[in-house]
């Protein structure tokens, strides 16, 4: 299982960024599909999750409304679109992916190396 992250980067508040994570080595279709972070000194926070079909995302409240999760099944590829960035919403975004269901408890079994984006004036 590979998940490579792309596309943090540094940006003042209010800006945006788009996220992608390209997967491979796994049913892409078959998985729920995770997006996490990390700032330094802080505990792993859960960020959204996507699976497919009917099922809405799921956004944690503090990205709900700024934050879109999508996914390309045919590139194999996971999305988050950034908007109205603020400066706590700088960490260390991985990308992760489980067949099972899960939110705020156990961690996805596979998981990128992250990509950092860091929103500064």
């Known amino acids: 299982v590979q998940l490579v992250e792309s596309g943090g980067g540094a940006v003042q508040p209010g800006g945006s960024l788009r996220l992608s994570c390209e997967t491979s080595g796994f049913t892409f279709s078959s998985y729920w599909m995770y997006w996490v972070r990390q700032a330094p000194g802080k505990e792993l926070e859960w960020v959204s999750r996507?699976?497919?079909?009917?099922?809405?995302?799921t956004y944690a409240p503090s990205v709900k409304g700024r934050f879109t999760i999508s996914k390309d099944s045919a590139k194999n590829t996971l999305y988050l679109q950034m908007n109205n960035l603020k400066p706590e919403d700088t960490a260390t975004y991985y990308c992760a992916a489980d067949f099972r269901p899960l939110w705020m408890d156990t961690s996805p079994s596979y998981r990128g190396q992250g990509t950092q984006v860091t929103v500064s004036s």
């Open positions: 996507i699976y497919g079909g009917t099922e809405s995302p």
